[in-house]
């Protein structure tokens, strides 16, 4: 990539507000997930890139990081299924991108890990008397993640029918993500 290609340069308005923008996702995802820098640089890389699929060190260029912390990176983003890394016949590199589910997918597993607390709640409320202190504490609790619930599975219908469905009757998606 020349850098006249590279949004990123420093003389560039645009590279400017768009390393700016960079470090917003990067932010984002420090805050929200707990992520090192460089996986939100990343993730925020590999949404704007064109081509939309990059090399190692394309993207370790782009996001100013040594390929070596980028490798453990492309890694994880990989096995949280952010990242999907892809080949090319008669080519030798692996290019990544994002996934085509990556934002539902990891919504899903977020909203999936929160609704899962409401068993936990249920098998507390059985642990005390149902007029206890306690146990109000513990039926709010309970309310407020069998609401949660209740609220999910509509809640991926109505991203099935907005977002086409077509992912609905994949039948690659072992896990029923959207």
Not at 61 to 86: D, G, I, K, P, W
Not at 120 to 126: D, P, S, V
Not at 160 to 178: K, W
Request: charge should be negative; aromatic fraction near 8%; proline fraction near 6%.
């Amino acid at each position: 990539m020349s850098s006249s290609d590279d949004a990123r340069t420093p003389q560039d308005p645009d590279g400017e507000r768009l390393s700016a923008w960079m470090e917003r996702v990067t932010a984002w995802f420090m805050q929200q997930a707990g992520w090192p820098p460089i996986m939100g640089r990343t993730m925020a890389w590999l949404m704007v890139s064109e081509p939309p699929e990059q090399t190692a060190a394309q993207i370790a260029e782009a996001v100013q990081a040594s390929r070596a912390s980028l490798t453990t990176t492309l890694r994880l983003l990989t096995e949280a299924r952010m990242v999907q890394a892809v080949t090319r016949a008669g080519e030798r590199a692996t290019y990544y991108r994002i996934t085509e589910d990556a934002w539902s997918g990891v919504l899903k597993r977020r909203l999936e890990s929160l609704t899962s607390f409401v068993d936990i709640t249920a098998e507390g409320l059985r642990l005390f008397p149902e007029d206890g202190v306690r146990a109000a504490r513990m039926r709010e609790a309970h309310r407020m993640f069998s609401w949660l619930d209740s609220e999910a599975e509509p809640m991926w219908k109505r991203w099935d029918a907005v977002n086409g469905g077509d992912r609905a009757d994949d039948p690659n998606d072992e896990d029923g993500m959207p």
